[in-house]
Structures are given as structure tokens and as C-alpha cells.
């Protein structure tokens, strides 16, 4: 409704200036915004006070003229100025009744549109490191990122989900001897104690077991040694870099061939089934490691120096990043030869753009935040246009359980995975805490709450909405009664009431919430908007009877809600959550 009225005060605005003579450069944006008091009308529009100084008149001269070119306009009931020049719409109840027909023929469509055009999006989110299994600090990303994709997909974008697997590096160095020092530990003869900044967790032992289970008899190393580096008063990375060497050197083939691929296969397809169960899907999962054996990072590290930006100091390659607004350079290539994650993602970007996308958008945690202005400053050095990156941050989620909050730490195998939060209150109310919130603003996810069957838990007074009308009709076929759409379309007209014409006019802002909540990457305006319009329907139930003796009214009211299920479970299907028929 809102882009139809634009549409019409577009054509009255370029009809007025051209009835008045006036000839302006540019045509201004024709902004409508929701009236915020009811009494206002609909809509309100600022247009007659921005066209006041390019047409050199008084704003309310200028917002008469507009109305009487507006004055043929059938979904109009009237116009009014308010103030310096406001113009208020008054829509008539016609044009509201007109929803509920365009739903029925749209059913699942409604509120899709072609905004987007087929622009080519790529969408990268979770991207969390095979390190251990996704937890719920995790979670919040991954609904966020696939809510995100849906929104995008339903407003016409062309949708690539993609998911950066870190399967090289340090910290899968990390894992792999974590796995191998309990796979050690299995041998009574060692007895050897597990360095701090090692993985820990449960899952470490079981990745241990199971290889332990298959190969007990691979090469071990000097035990002494072993455990004159774990006991030594060397800082706790400097020990895991000489276990790491020391794993290599003893386990030869191996290291990578047992250890390092078991323990990345293990993690990573517990990741994909946690992520398949919480109905986040990906098109690619995109190895870190690709871009090492078909020589991207290499490329993109000689391309930088041959154009003065890596420099060669202590033994190391840094990329100029302070030239590019960084606070300072950052190593790209250790003195060890080994490249950092940042030369990696130097040319995964790059790889980004290479492969045509119109638009690239990264969904990271809230502590990456320092690393946006290296990651444009490398695409603005490798020739791409670092605006084309655009970089949503998801502050940290936080777990309550009544007054208790409970502490997070990957290393130390304390915290909360995604599977055993979807266990406790379910996949439903997992997604939708996730995205209730703006994805910059820190989230408490109260579990109580999430677990509890009442109006204060959001996601249950939505769901009990569509169970609600579904419960109408199944009284209507229990009464012997009969739903005559025809009928009830026809008899619109009566739908008069306070709360019914609240409801009509709530779904009719349906596909405007979508394409806004896509535009702005806010899949929080959806979630809103599914609990204002499960409270106009509720206060609708409660007021109002449908079932009465008059025929066209009940019919009438059948279709309203008939069409206000179809909404909420087209909003609750982009949520990812199910819409029950009962409850």
C-alpha cells in the first residue's frame, strides 16, 4: 500500500509542477512514512516542504496543489495539511479490503517481490573454525545469516550461502596435537599432563578414541622430551608451537594423514549436521586450504609486492595496511615461511570477487570488528572496490538460566553447544530469540522464557495465533458450516469493526516489512511486526465472534483471518519456524 500511494504522489507531484510551469533539475525522493497517530490518517508525507525552495513557495500552497491532483485517486478517502506542510492520507476502507483478495491468489508468494533484480548476492556467515562444535555463541549468526538469505531470496536477490572452512593453520595445528596427547594419554606409560591452551572438551577424547580404536600402534615420541616441553617454563604457546614440532617430526605422514584430517572430518560433519538440524542451509563450503594448494594466497602475496605494498622486516613479509587506514601493518608471511590467516583471507576475498558477485556481504562476530579496515584496505591494494564488501556484525549471545549466566570458552570445552540449546527449548524458539533483537545489539537469551507456554514468550503468542485460526475453522467443519471464499470477498465491506480494520491493515504492511527488513539487513522488523500482528489478531478473537448467524459477515471475517494465517506463516517460514495447526 505504502509504494502504491508513492507511486500515485509521484504522478500528483510531477502533475502539479507541470500544471504550475515549473521546471526542476531533479525530482526529489518521494518519501511516505506510516502515520504514528491514527488520528493523522495513514501516511503522512514531508513532499510540499522539500519542493518548497526549488519551486519557491509556501509548502502549504504547494501541498494544496498536490491534493487536488490527487483528487481522483480511488484508494483516497481524503487529504489533509497538517503544520508547516505535512500532506496526511486518509486511505479509504476499499483499499484495504483489496489485500485480502491479492493474498488469497498469491498465498505462499505474498510479500515476495523482484527488488533485488537477480543481483547476484554472495553471503558468508558461521564460517566458525573447525575447532570444536558449534556452540550458541555461534547460533546466533547462523540464524541471523539464514534468516537473512531468505529475506534477501523473497525481495528477488540471487542468494549464494557459503560457509569459509579454516582448515589450515595454527589452530588446526592446535587441534591435531590435542587430539594426539589424548590419544597418548590412552597409553597408560605416559601419564602426561594436558597443556592449558590445548583444546579441551569431551569431544577431543572421543576424536582420540576412535583413532585410538582403529591405529594404537603408530609411532610415539621421546616421553621425556614430551614432557620436558609440557612442564617447562616456557610461555604457553611457545610449548604448544614445540609440541606441534615435535608431533610432526615424530608422527612423519601421520600427523596429517590420522590426526589432522580425522579430527577436521569429525568436527566438520558434526558442524553441518548441528547447522542441517537448525534448518541453515549453505550452497558452498568454501577450504581455506584450496586456496593454498592452487597457489591464491601465493598469487595474491606477489601481486602485492609487486606493487609496493608487502614489505620484507625481521625475517617477515607485512602488508602496508597502515597506507589504507589501518593503525598498523599486519604479517602476512611468518619468519617461519608459514602465511597468516590474513594473507588468507586476502585471497579469499580476492576469490570473491573473481567469481562475478554483484554484491558480498560477510556476517561476523562483534569481535572482529578491527579487522574490516585490513580486509578493505587488501581488496583497495588487490584493485577491487572495497565498497562492494559490505560487513554485518553480530554482537555475542548470552545464555541465562534463571539468575545464572552461564561462561563460554572453546579452549577449555566450557560452553553450551547449539545442539544442546535446540535439546532444551527446541529449534522454534532457538531461531526466533536469535533474530528478535537488531544483530548489532547484545542478546540475553533468557531459556526460561524460550521454554515457557505463555503470551510473554514471543514466539509462542505467534504460533498460537495461526493454531488459533486454524481452531476456527476447525470449529466451522465441526458446526457443519462451510467456508464460501466468494462469499466472504464479496462481503468485505462489513469487516467495520475497530479491531478487524486493525487486522486488515496490519497485513497489508507484509511486503513492505520484508522488502525493508532485506534492504537494511534487519531481520529483526520481521519478527516485530509477527508479534504486532499476533496481538491485533488476538485482540481481533477476543472482541469479535466469527462463527455468527449473519452468513456474509462470517464469511467475511473467515477470510480476513483465513488471510492473516496465510501472513503469519509466510513471515514464520522466512523465521524458519513451523506454524502449528494446534496447540
Same mark, same amino acid.
Given at each position: *500500500?505504502?509504494?502504491?500511494?508513492?507511486?500515485?504522489?509521484?504522478?500528483?507531484?510531477?502533475?502539479?509542477?507541470?500544471?504550475?510551469?515549473?521546471?526542476?533539475?531533479?525530482?526529489?525522493?518521494?518519501?511516505?512514512?506510516?502515520?504514528?497517530?491514527?488520528?493523522?490518517?495513514?501516511? +503522512?508525507?514531508?513532499?510540499?516542504?522539500?519542493?518548497?525552495?526549488?519551486?519557491?513557495?509556501?509548502?502549504?500552497?504547494?501541498?494544496?496543489?498536490?491534493? @487536488?491532483?490527487?483528487?481522483?485517486?480511488?484508494?483516497?478517502?481524503?487529504?489533509?495539511?497538517?503544520?508547516?506542510?505535512?500532506?496526511?492520507?486518509?486511505?479509504?476502507?476499499?483499499?484495504?479490503? =483489496?489485500?485480502?483478495?491479492?493474498?488469497?491468489?498469491?498465498?505462499?508468494?505474498?510479500?515476495?517481490?523482484?527488488?533485488?533484480?537477480?543481483?547476484?548476492?554472495?553471503?558468508?556467515?558461521?564460517?566458525?573454525?573447525?575447532? $570444536?562444535?558449534?556452540?550458541?555463541? &555461534? $547460533?546466533?549468526?547462523?540464524?541471523?545469516?539464514?534468516?537473512?538469505?531468505?529475506?534477501?531470496?523473497?525481495?528477488?536477490?540471487?542468494?549464494?550461502? #557459503?560457509?569459509?572452512?579454516?582448515?589450515? $593453520?595454527?589452530?588446526?595445528?592446535?587441534?591435531?596435537?590435542?587430539?594426539?596427547?589424548?590419544?597418548?594419554?590412552?597409553?597408560?606409560?605416559?601419564?602426561?599432563?594436558?597443556?592449558?591452551?590445548?583444546?579441551?572438551?569431551?569431544?577431543?577424547?572421543?576424536?582420540?578414541?576412535?583413532?585410538?580404536?582403529?591405529?594404537?600402534?603408530?609411532?610415539?615420541? @621421546?616421553? $621425556? #622430551?614430551?614432557?620436558?616441553?609440557?612442564?617447562?617454563?616456557?610461555?604457553?604457546?611457545?610449548?604448544?608451537?614445540?609440541?606441534?614440532?615435535?608431533? /610432526?617430526?615424530?608422527?612423519?605422514?601421520?600427523?596429517?594423514?590420522?590426526?589432522?584430517?580425522?579430527?577436521?572430518?569429525?568436527?566438520?560433519?558434526?558442524?553441518?549436521? @548441528?547447522?542441517?538440524?537448525?534448518?541453515?542451509?549453505?550452497?558452498?563450503?568454501?577450504?581455506?586450504?584450496?586456496?593454498?594448494?592452487?597457489?591464491?594466497?601465493?598469487?595474491?602475496?606477489?601481486?602485492?609486492?609487486?606493487?609496493?605494498?608487502?614489505?620484507?622486516?625481521?625475517?617477515?613479509?607485512?602488508?602496508?595496511?597502515?597506507?589504507?587506514?589501518?593503525?598498523?601493518?599486519?604479517?602476512?608471511?611468518? /619468519?617461519?615461511?608459514?602465511?597468516?590467516?590474513?594473507?588468507?583471507?586476502?585471497?579469499?576475498?580476492?576469490?570473491?570477487?573473481?567469481?562475478?558477485?554483484?554484491?558480498?556481504?560477510?556476517?561476523?562476530?562483534?569481535?572482529?570488528?578491527?579487522?574490516?579496515?585490513?580486509?578493505?584496505?587488501?581488496?583497495? +591494494?588487490?584493485?577491487?572496490?572495497?565498497?562492494?564488501?559490505?560487513?554485518?556484525?553480530? =554482537?555475542?549471545?548470552?545464555?541465562?538460566?534463571? #539468575?545464572?549466566?552461564?561462561?563460554?570458552?572453546?579452549?577449555?570445552?566450557?560452553?553450551?553447544?547449539?545442539?544442546?540449546?535446540?535439546?532444551?527449548?527446541?529449534?522454534?524458539?532457538?531461531?526466533?530469540?536469535?533474530?528478535?533483537?537488531?544483530?548489532?545489539?547484545?542478546?540475553?537469551?533468557?531459556?526460561?522464557?524460550?521454554?515457557?507456554?505463555?503470551?510473554?514468550?514471543?514466539?509462542?503468542?505467534?504460533?498460537?495465533?495461526?493454531?488459533?485460526?486454524?481452531?476456527?475453522?476447525?470449529? *466451522?467443519?465441526?458446526?457443519?458450516?462451510?467456508?464460501?471464499?466468494?462469499?466472504?470477498?464479496?462481503?468485505?465491506?462489513?469487516?467495520?469493526?475497530?479491531?478487524?480494520?486493525?487486522?486488515?491493515?496490519?497485513?497489508?504492511?507484509?511486503?513492505?516489512?520484508?522488502?525493508?527488513?532485506?534492504?537494511?539487513?534487519?531481520? &529483526?522488523?520481521?519478527?516485530?511486526?509477527?508479534?504486532?500482528? +499476533?496481538?491485533?489478531?488476538?485482540?481481533?478473537?477476543?472482541?469479535?465472534?466469527?462463527?455468527?448467524?449473519? #452468513?456474509?459477515?462470517?464469511?467475511?471475517?473467515?477470510?480476513?483471518?483465513?488471510?492473516?494465517?496465510?501472513?503469519?506463516?509466510?513471515?514464520?517460514?522466512?523465521?524458519?519456524?513451523?506454524?502449528?495447526?494446534?496447540?
Amino acid at each position: *500500500m505504502k509504494e502504491l500511494l508513492q507511486s500515485h504522489l509521484k504522478s500528483a507531484v510531477e502533475t502539479y509542477l507541470s500544471q504550475q510551469d515549473i521546471a526542476i533539475d531533479k525530482l526529489p525522493a518521494i518519501e511516505v512514512d506510516h502515520a504514528k497517530d491514527a488520528r493523522h490518517g495513514d501516511f +503522512a508525507s514531508n513532499i510540499a516542504m522539500v519542493l518548497a525552495k526549488p519551486v519557491s513557495k509556501p509548502p502549504r500552497d504547494i501541498a494544496a496543489g498536490i491534493i @487536488d491532483c490527487l483528487s481522483q485517486i480511488a484508494i483516497l478517502d481524503k487529504c489533509e495539511i497538517a503544520g508547516p506542510g505535512f500532506i496526511n492520507f486518509f486511505l479509504s476502507k476499499d483499499a484495504y479490503y =483489496q489485500v485480502i483478495p491479492e493474498i488469497f491468489n498469491s498465498s505462499e508468494n505474498y510479500g515476495r517481490s523482484n527488488e533485488g533484480g537477480s543481483t547476484k548476492v554472495l553471503l558468508e556467515f558461521v564460517s566458525s573454525n573447525p575447532t $570444536g562444535p558449534i556452540h550458541i555463541g &555461534h $547460533g546466533r549468526g547462523a540464524a541471523y545469516g539464514s534468516v537473512l538469505a531468505k529475506l534477501l531470496a523473497a525481495s528477488g536477490y540471487d542468494v549464494t550461502r #557459503e560457509y569459509y572452512v579454516n582448515d589450515y $593453520g595454527r589452530q588446526m595445528d592446535i587441534l591435531s596435537i590435542s587430539v594426539w596427547l589424548r590419544y597418548l594419554d590412552m597409553q597408560d606409560e605416559h601419564d602426561l599432563p594436558f597443556p592449558q591452551n590445548a583444546y579441551h572438551g569431551q569431544y577431543i577424547r572421543d576424536i582420540a578414541a576412535t583413532i585410538y580404536k582403529d591405529k594404537n600402534d603408530l609411532p610415539q615420541p @621421546d616421553t $621425556g #622430551e614430551l614432557h620436558a616441553i609440557i612442564n617447562g617454563h616456557a610461555e604457553e604457546d611457545k610449548k604448544l608451537d614445540e609440541i606441534i614440532s615435535l608431533a /610432526k617430526t615424530t608422527l612423519g605422514d601421520n600427523y596429517h594423514k590420522v590426526f589432522f584430517s580425522h579430527a577436521l572430518e569429525d568436527i566438520l560433519a558434526g558442524i553441518k549436521k @548441528d547447522l542441517a538440524e537448525f534448518g541453515v542451509e549453505f550452497d558452498n563450503w568454501f577450504s581455506e586450504r584450496s586456496l593454498i594448494t592452487r597457489q591464491k594466497v601465493a598469487d595474491c602475496i606477489a601481486a602485492l609486492k609487486a606493487s609496493g605494498d608487502i614489505y620484507e622486516k625481521d625475517q617477515a613479509k607485512w602488508f602496508r595496511s597502515t597506507s589504507y587506514g589501518d593503525e598498523k601493518d599486519r604479517v602476512v608471511v611468518r /619468519k617461519n615461511g608459514q602465511t597468516t590467516y590474513f594473507a588468507s583471507d586476502i585471497a579469499y576475498h580476492v576469490d570473491k570477487y573473481n567469481r562475478g558477485f554483484d554484491e558480498i556481504i560477510n556476517i561476523w562476530g562483534a569481535d572482529h570488528h578491527g579487522y574490516i579496515s585490513r580486509v578493505r584496505g587488501a581488496l583497495k +591494494a588487490s584493485g577491487k572496490d572495497p565498497d562492494q564488501l559490505k560487513i554485518l556484525l553480530v =554482537q555475542f549471545a548470552t545464555l541465562y538460566i534463571g #539468575e545464572e549466566k552461564l561462561q563460554m570458552s572453546t579452549r577449555s570445552g566450557d560452553y553450551v553447544t547449539l545442539e544442546q540449546l535446540r535439546e532444551e527449548v527446541g529449534n522454534n524458539a532457538t531461531r526466533f530469540f536469535y533474530v528478535m533483537r537488531k544483530a548489532e545489539q547484545h542478546l540475553d537469551f533468557d531459556l526460561e522464557l524460550a521454554k515457557s507456554e505463555s503470551n510473554a514468550n514471543p514466539v509462542y503468542y505467534i504460533q498460537y495465533a495461526h493454531a488459533r485460526i486454524c481452531s476456527v475453522f476447525k470449529q *466451522m467443519q465441526e458446526r457443519g458450516m462451510a467456508f464460501n471464499k466468494d462469499m466472504g470477498l464479496d462481503s468485505l465491506s462489513l469487516l467495520v469493526e475497530e479491531t478487524e480494520l486493525a487486522l486488515v491493515k496490519a497485513i497489508t504492511r507484509y511486503p513492505e516489512i520484508i522488502a525493508q527488513a532485506a534492504r537494511n539487513h534487519e531481520p &529483526h522488523q520481521l519478527s516485530f511486526f509477527l508479534r504486532e500482528l +499476533a496481538n491485533d489478531f488476538h485482540g481481533y478473537y477476543n472482541s469479535c465472534q466469527f462463527l455468527v448467524e449473519d #452468513e456474509r459477515l462470517c464469511q467475511a471475517r473467515l477470510c480476513l483471518i483465513s488471510a492473516t494465517r496465510q501472513v503469519i506463516k509466510n513471515g514464520l517460514d522466512i523465521l524458519g519456524v513451523t506454524a502449528p495447526e494446534e496447540m
